[in-house]
């Protein structure tokens, strides 16, 4: 069964920085979503699983930079430049493999709050 565990949430004024950390069970196609309160979960960026593909939402392109340590089975997500609308709940999520688009297995979550 696939695990996934975040960590590195917490409350960051604006411009500041955070760095997440989701370790996987394994060695899986990862991505990053976020969910504010009252919206839909969005997808935010998502890394192959060699780490030689990225993928970026507009919203962060430039801010934020997923990155993975296949050693250690973790996946990373700096988010630099952060703004008040960066604040949500962010949950990292897993594919079977590189070619299939579902995630089927979710980490719990890490909230995120980004202070103007």
């Known amino acids: 069964q696939v695990q996934l565990v975040e960590s590195g949430g917490g409350l960051v004024q604006a411009g500041g920085s955070l760095r997440l950390s989701c370790a996987a069970s394994g060695r899986y196609p990862m991505g990053w979503f976020r969910q504010a309160p009252g919206k839909e979960r969005e997808f935010v960026a998502s890394?192959?699983?060699?780490?030689?593909?990225?993928n970026y939402a507009n919203s962060v392109k430039g801010r934020f930079s997923i990155s993975r340590d296949n050693d250690k089975n973790t996946v990373y997500l700096q988010m630099n430049s952060l703004k008040p609308e960066d604040t949500a709940v962010y949950y990292c999520?897993?594919?079977?493999?590189?070619?299939?688009?579902?995630?089927?297995?979710w980490g719990q979550g890490t909230q995120v709050t980004v202070s103007s």
């Open positions: 890394i192959s699983r060699s780490g030689a593909w990225t």
């Open positions: 999520a897993a594919r079977d493999n590189d070619l299939v688009p579902r995630y089927d297995y």
